[in-house]
């Protein structure tokens, strides 16, 4: 069996499991100062299945397009298929979860819905801090002051005001809602191993604790959310608690480029990555970490079995 990941940018993968090909997330036309990932959503010509995190702009934009052209069957929260419902997607190709859901995608493959957790947009400049830089406070808080406290994204002054202008224009005409509308965390089992995908960096501990992966596709942005509060430490912390639950050999990081300068940055970079990289040798001695760029063609759980079949 052959397992191929590619990574579009931000928390968007494409998943291919022999001749299988699953979308995780669709966000992959950004803004013109994003680096360039090499491909649009209009000229992905095949799925079979897309599996959408939550129903933000930056994880479910594209997935009208992508659906429309491909056929393909849409998993999502109720949110993210009314949003689809009111872009033209057919109903017959929608599917609603919220967790608890276990779907047949082929002979060979099912895979598990779990409910899960929006990392904490509520606290200003999240996208910010370094993955090592321990973030504390804001606990114990209601809906009211948290909401109460979120002011927009502070742009450095020096910004083109014309880029300024494009970036709220790439919000408004990019599917997608206002609303999380619940995020949802997905586990693929197949014959070679099993394969997590999250796309924001967020969970329930009695959740996660109870799952087992092969291999991990993890969030890395923003500020953490652990049980509905934020977490008191950094995104190298996070990464290695979830790595710590789920018990992964394999690990792969998500939404850590710089997906809409300069509100983002880049994590992607080795600098950034290092901590990351020892934590998860601290927790999970032998994890093997991809180190991924775009349009690459991973390989995923590989074992010379595979190779012979």
């Known amino acids: 069996m052959s ?13 291919c499991i022999d001749d299988l090909t699953i979308m995780l997330d669709t966000y992959i036309d950004k803004v013109s100062t994003a680096p360039t990932v090499g491909i ?32 393909a069957q849409v998993i999502g929260s109720n949110e993210s298929v009314r949003i689809l419902i009111d872009a033209g997607v057919p109903e017959k190709q929608l599917r609603r979860a919220q967790g608890g859901e276990r779907y047949r995608l082929n002979e060979d493959v099912t895979v598990r819905v779990f409910p899960s957790l929006h990392s904490c947009i509520w606290i200003p400049n999240t996208f910010q801090p370094q993955t090592d830089s321990i973030q504390t406070g804001h606990l114990n808080l209601t809906e ?23 970036i709220e224009r790439h919000r408004q005409n990019t599917l997608g809602s206002s609303e999380i509308g619940g995020a949802l965390c997905y586990l693929f089992d197949t014959p070679q191993g099993s394969i997590f995908f999250q796309d924001t960096s967020g969970c329930w501990t009695g959740v996660i604790s109870d799952l087992r992966a092969d291999a991990a596709i993890l969030a890395m942005a923003g500020r953490p959310n652990i049980d509905g509060e934020p977490i008191q430490g950094s995104l190298t912390d996070y990464i290695g608690f ?30 950034s990555l290092k901590p990351v990289i020892n934590r ?23 074992t010379s079995d595979a190779a012979d079949e």
């Open 144 to 166: 009211d002051e948290r909401w109460g406290c979120r002011v927009p994204d502070q742009l450095p002054e020096e910004t083109n005001p014309n880029l300024i202008q494009e």
């Open 242 to 271: 979830m790595a710590s639950m789920l018990k992964p050999r394999e690990v792969i990081l998500g939404h850590h480029d710089d997906w809409m300068p300069p509100r983002t940055k880049d994590d992607s970079n080795p600098e």
């Open 280 to 302: 998860l040798n601290l927790v999970r001695p032998g994890t093997k970490f991809h180190q991924q760029k775009y349009m690459d063609g991973t390989c995923l759980l590989y």
């Open 40 to 71: 649009t959503a209009s000229e992905i010509k095949e799925a079979d299945f897309i599996f959408i995190g939550h129903s933000h702009f930056d994880h479910i934009g594209g997935a009208d397009v992508i659906a429309k052209n491909t056929g």
């Open 3 to 15: 397992i191929k990941l590619d990574w579009l940018g931000c928390a968007t993968f494409r998943l």
